[in-house]
């Protein structure tokens, strides 16, 4: 089997973190998924450092980041990320319940690659997710529960 | 900011001369007396006059030359020489001299190094000395001071020198600020006529004349048929002698003339000057020839000195007077103002009080918006017309002239309504005024009658009164009374005040835009946090809800998937609504990016994205040919939406469903319509059509959050356009939507 690059999730609500692996596991992608509860962490995971300074070297398939986070917010997330030369490569989706048009032109000005409005009903979720693993994670033929949450405390 | 208007005189040619005539150096004395001009340090008598040969001094020419003390005795010429100095003529004594049959009066005065000695004849019967005069003097002087205004001093002042010189008419004739003349006060007998309210030109006592008239109080004319007698040796071999101070001064032919052709043979005239200006004089006529003894002269000086003193007090006491009145008015107005929202129409609240502000007849309050017309004034377009030429003009606060036309020629038109114009500019950015106006001089002399008409029409000679009216009259034309100082700070307070109200509204206003843009950053981060928070727990229980269905339901009876069908639903409700309240309040407030669109593709578009509402039902869509037009794409496409998912949604019952887009071209807009055959809507609700939250019909038969056809009006307003709808029920309803055909601009502002 193919080793798939992981998708790094970073979401400090709870429950949006369940819904969110929720939906990636509806939506039939056979990557990993590596959740991250705030910006700290996020940057940690990426520059391998912190309580991340021995996890194995490679680069995520996809970012999903939450808007709004402890410590170090979404936008100062995405900005980093894009102006590191060793990370700008990787697609940045930015997940975010807010309907701001500040917010999408900030993001946009950052260089993200998608902006997702979390729809209110979960199918439509479901559909936005999906859309966005065609895009940027490799698809396989996943066997059902193929999404292994690495959560880690 | 005064405007000096100059007055352009016109003088009659015959008087032209006026000006110019050396009226301080005539040459020559007048007959009643002799001159002997004498070396201060040497008492040798330099220059006689020619009359002085028939003194018993013996021929003029000899005099010269020869001692003071050889003609007057040393004893008198002692006293002559130790006059101190100063340039009026001081009394020395009344000599007889042996030689002589008369007395005269010596008067002496100093002129630098010289000496002017005047030895004047006395009149017979004339009071014999200082003396006699002072009782007299001294009860005339406390009834003079016991005058309770300046007219009634002026009228006791007449009287009183009529009783101390015997004259036939004494008048107390004012200065305006232009130097014509007007009699304000007269005593007479009836030898000669009323000159009561005639006014002079000010050709008639010419410039060089007044200023003589500032510095020596009195002239005396005995006999206006006097032959000038001239001086020894002429002005031509010397210095031409300065006899601005001697009583004997030769007056000019001119105004020997003048008399005559008043009929009068004497004159005198008294100064009347107040804060060192020449305010006016007393004069003095008579029909025949008469001497005013120098004691009497003097006394007459002392009255026309207390006189002055009474003009000076009586004018501040009726200064402080009119102040305080034009206190009350400005206070009346200023109480008018604050009780009014536009402050400037309660200065029209008060009318009266407006115009006796400043003693106008007529006021106008012009402004871009407005041009308020009070009492007598020019109309609209001419006031406006002032005003431009105001504006045009440096900034000033305030702008006075009584003589209008000579600054704005174009108003001589109505120089009968407004010769005389005193206006405030209130605002610094705008052309805002108020402006007085006051007539034309004339107009309101010709309502108190002519003061001439009862003058003897007597035509001699080329100068005359009579005359002197009707250059008077040509003088003053287009001009109007002159504004007193009173006025003009009543006015400049009054304009004072309205820039403070002015400027204490603009600071509410600036408070307000403050308050509103706290509240609009509020309001902003309102939405913002409701666009996060607010949508996340809805969010979460539909979620989670869904999740429950899809994962749980084996273990859900009926009624539990029930139950957590209608928490779906009502989650998805509750969300929708707000994001469709954050759509409502975004579009107030993004900015519109305007591009062309094409209404046909837009509709088609919109349309197919009905097509999972439609599902299995047959509509009869048809779109009429459709402009391109200027719009937000993203807003326009919302618009469309609406129209559309509401048309689907009110046919939904609707057996044979007809949903069409029709367009009519206006001039200035385009008008476009959404047609169903639907439910329709009673016309009575047609105002509530558009309002945010307001459904026509009942939860069950139709879902909605009643806010679409708000932000369709919204949007629509923003673009410069207008929404109306038509409705009947059961039938079917038209929204109707337009867009201007000029590129439209944002019509709302947002931070």
């Known amino acids: 089997m193919a080793e798939l690059k992981p998708i790094l999730l970073v979401e400090d609500n709870p429950k949006d973190l369940e819904l969110t692996l929720a939906a990636l596991e509806r939506s039939q992608l056979a990557n990993d998924v590596v959740t991250v509860r705030d910006g700290e962490e996020a940057l940690d995971y990426l520059f391998i450092r912190g309580r991340f300074k021995d996890r194995p070297r490679g680069l995520p398939a996809v970012i999903l980041l939450d808007l709004k986070l402890p410590k170090v917010d979404g936008l100062e997330v995405l900005r980093a990320i894009k102006s590191e030369a060793a990370t700008q490569t990787v697609p940045v989706v930015m997940l975010t319940s807010s309907r701001e048009e500040q917010d999408l032109v900030r993001s946009y000005k950052l260089g993200v690659n998608a902006y997702v409005v979390k729809p209110v009903g979960f199918k439509d979720f479901v559909d936005a997710i999906q859309d966005l693993g065609v895009f940027w994670a490799v698809l396989n033929e996943p066997p059902p529960g193929a999404v292994r949450p690495q959560m880690k405390r | ?751």
Not at chain 2, 461 to 475: A, E, M, N, Y
Not at chain 2, 612 to 640: K, N, W, Y
């Open chain 2, 1 to 751: 900011m005064k405007d000096s208007v100059r007055t352009i005189t016109e003088t009659p040619p015959e008087l032209s001369g006026c000006d110019s005539e050396p009226i301080r150096t005539p040459g020559s004395i007048q007959g009643h007396g002799v001159l002997l001009v004498v070396d201060a340090a040497t008492a040798v008598i330099r220059r006689v006059s020619a009359n002085a040969v028939e003194h018993p001094s013996g021929g003029a020419d000899r005099l010269i030359g020869s001692s003071l003390s050889s003609v007057l005795g040393k004893v008198l010429a002692d006293k002559v020489m130790a006059v101190p100095p100063g340039e009026s003529p001081m009394f020395i004594e009344t000599t007889r001299p042996r030689s002589s049959n008369g007395a005269y009066h010596v008067l002496a005065h100093r002129m630098g190094s010289i000496l002017l000695v005047e030895l004047e004849e006395t009149g017979s019967g004339e009071p014999a000395a200082f003396d006699v005069i002072y009782p007299v003097l001294q009860s005339l002087v406390s009834k003079l001071l016991a005058a309770k205004n300046m007219p009634e001093a002026c009228a006791v002042a007449a009287g009183q020198v009529r009783e101390l010189t015997g004259f036939d008419r004494v008048l107390v004739y004012q200065f305006d600020p232009d130097w014509n003349g007007i009699v304000v006060a007269e005593d007479r007998n009836d030898r000669l006529p009323s000159y009561l309210g005639q006014r002079f030109p000010a050709s008639d006592i010419p410039a060089q004349a007044r200023d003589l008239y500032r510095v020596n109080p009195v002239r005396l004319i005995p006999d206006a048929s006097y032959t000038p007698v001239p001086l020894r040796p002429a002005d031509s071999a010397h210095e031409p002698l300065d006899l601005s101070y001697a009583s004997l001064r030769s007056v000019s032919p001119l105004h020997a003339e003048y008399m005559r052709n008043m009929g009068t043979a004497a004159s005198m005239s008294v100064s009347i000057v107040v804060a060192e200006k020449l305010w006016g004089l007393i004069a003095c006529h008579n029909a025949q020839p008469r001497r005013v003894p120098f004691h009497v002269r003097t006394a007459c000086v002392f009255l026309g000195q207390v006189l002055s003193q009474q003009v000076a007090a009586h004018s501040h006491a009726e200064q402080y007077t009119s102040r305080m009145a034009l206190k009350s008015y400005q206070s009346r107005l200023l109480a008018e103002m604050a009780g009014e929202s536009e402050f400037l129409r309660g200065l029209t609240a008060d009318k009266a009080s407006l115009l006796n502000l400043t003693g106008s007849t007529g006021a106008a309050i012009v402004s871009a918006q407005q041009c308020i017309l009070i009492g007598q004034t020019p109309g609209e377009a001419k006031v406006r017309a002032l005003s431009d030429w105001l504006e045009s003009r440096p900034p000033a606060e305030v702008f006075w002239t009584h003589q209008l036309s000579a600054a704005f020629p174009e108003s001589a038109e109505y120089a009968d309504l407004a010769s005389g114009v005193l206006a405030i500019s209130v605002s610094k950015l705008h052309a805002r005024y108020l402006i007085w106006f006051r007539p034309e001089l004339i107009r309101t002399l010709s309502w108190a009658g002519d003061p001439n008409k009862n003058a003897p029409d007597i035509h001699t000679g080329r100068i005359h009164p009579r005359h002197s009216f009707d250059v008077w009259k040509q003088i003053v034309r287009n001009t109007s009374e002159p504004w007193t100082d009173a006025q003009i700070e009543a006015a400049t307070e009054l304009r004072n005040h309205i820039v403070g109200i002015v400027l204490r509204k603009a600071e509410e206003v600036a408070e307000l835009a403050g308050e509103l843009e706290q509240s609009n950053k509020e309001l902003e981060a309102f939405s913002y946090s409701v666009s996060h928070d607010l949508r996340a727990p809805f969010r979460h229980i539909v979620g989670y809800a869904e999740l429950l269905r899809q994962d749980e339901a084996n273990g859900l009876s009926a009624t539990g998937k029930r139950y957590i069908e209608t928490i779906i639903e009502s989650a998805q409700y509750a969300g929708t609504l707000v994001d469709n309240l954050l759509t409502f309040s975004q579009m107030g407030r993004a900015a519109l990016s305007m591009s062309a669109i094409d209404l046909n593709l837009l509709f088609q578009e919109g349309w197919r994205e009905q097509r999972s509402d439609i599902g299995e039902r047959h509509i009869a869509f048809a779109v009429a040919p459709l402009p391109t037009v200027q719009a937000d794409l993203m807003m326009l496409r919302l618009v469309v939406q609406n129209l559309l998912s509401n048309a689907v949604k009110y046919t939904s019952t609707t057996p044979q469903a007809k949903v069409d887009v029709g367009y009519v071209s206006e001039p200035s807009e385009h008008v476009i319509f959404v047609r169903d055959n639907g439910v329709g809507f009673d016309m009575k609700y047609v105002g509530k059509l558009f309002g945010v939250f307001q459904r026509l019909h009942r939860m069950e038969e139709f879902e909605g959050t009643g806010i679409g056809l708000a932000n369709v009006r919204r949007i629509i307003s923003r673009h410069g356009g207008r929404t109306w709808a038509e409705g009947e029920p059961g039938k079917g309803a038209v929204i109707y939507f337009t867009l201007p055909k000029n590129e439209p601009q944002d019509k709302e502002t947002h931070g």
